[in-house]
């Protein structure tokens, strides 16, 4: 059973930085595709980022702003958000899929962290 857990959320200012780190234990992340979704409040569930075994796709409201990475040694994955803004407020989780490009489709994805806050604010 495969278990994702995410930290580095919190507080960050509009303009700055945070760094989520997502890490999975029961398993071997190579063999997994691994997603950031976001949900904000009052607002559906979005994937923004996933990474496979050979890429990296990213929604359009982040794209240039935030990246993924991946640690094969470490089974972690990291998203990097740079120029926060308010509108990225949400809980973000991390979650694997066995699928090869998995799209952000949920039902694509079979293990699921508990999520984690991270507000933007000044």
């Known amino acids: 059973q495969l278990k994702l857990v995410e930290s580095g959320g919190g507080l960050g200012q509009p303009g700055g930085s945070l760094r989520l780190s997502c890490a999975v234990s029961g398993g071997t992340l190579d063999d997994y595709a691994i997603a950031w979704f976001r949900q904000a409040p009052g607002k559906e569930r979005e994937g923004i980022s996933f990474?496979?075994?050979?890429?990296?796709d990213y929604a359009e409201s982040v794209e240039g702003r935030f990246t993924i990475s991946r640690d094969n040694a470490k089974n972690t994955v990291y998203l990097q958000m740079n120029s926060l803004k308010p509108e990225d407020t949400a809980v973000y989780s991390c979650a694997a899929s066995s699928w090869y490009w998995p799209l952000y489709l949920p039902k694509n994805y079979d293990y699921w962290g508990q999520g984690i806050q991270v507000t933007v604010s000044s």
């Open positions: 990474i496979t075994k050979t890429g990296a």
